[in-house]
């Protein structure tokens, strides 16, 4: 059974940071294809950064630069470094695999609030 963890969220001033965690079972972490997501109220679910088995990352437009995803397969965890924050930033953050798992296997995510 898939369990994904995520924790390291909060409330911070614009231009902040913060270390998101997510701690991952039930998959064959080394060659998983890892992923961070994020979700805010009315919006639809979207990915934020990625990182292949051998550590190729990729993000989109909006956070590159400012995020930064890494991995530890020793420690089956993901993290994603997310410096000068934004008030959009503003949503709940889920980690799964790339891409995701069944429907069902999301994680409670982790809350990030940015005030202006």
């Known amino acids: 059974q898939v369990q994904l963890v995520e924790s390291g969220g909060g409330l911070v001033q614009a231009g902040g940071s913060l270390g998101l965690s997510c701690a991952a079972s039930?998959?064959?972490?080394?060659?998983?294809?890892m992923g961070w997501y994020r979700q805010a109220p009315g919006k639809q679910r979207e990915l934020v950064a990625a990182?292949?088995?051998?550590?190729?990352?990729r993000y989109p437009d909006s956070v590159k630069g400012r995020f930064t995803i890494s991995r530890d397969n020793a420690k089956n965890t993901v993290y994603l470094q997310v410096n000068s924050l934004k008030p959009e930033d503003t949503a709940v953050y889920y980690c799964?695999?790339?891409?995701?798992?069944?429907?069902?296997?999301w994680g409670q995510g982790t809350q990030v609030t940015v005030s202006s």
């Open positions: 799964n695999t790339d891409p995701p798992l069944s429907p069902n296997s």
């Open positions: 039930g998959i064959i972490f080394r060659i998983a294809a």
């Open positions: 990182i292949t088995r051998g550590g190729s990352t």
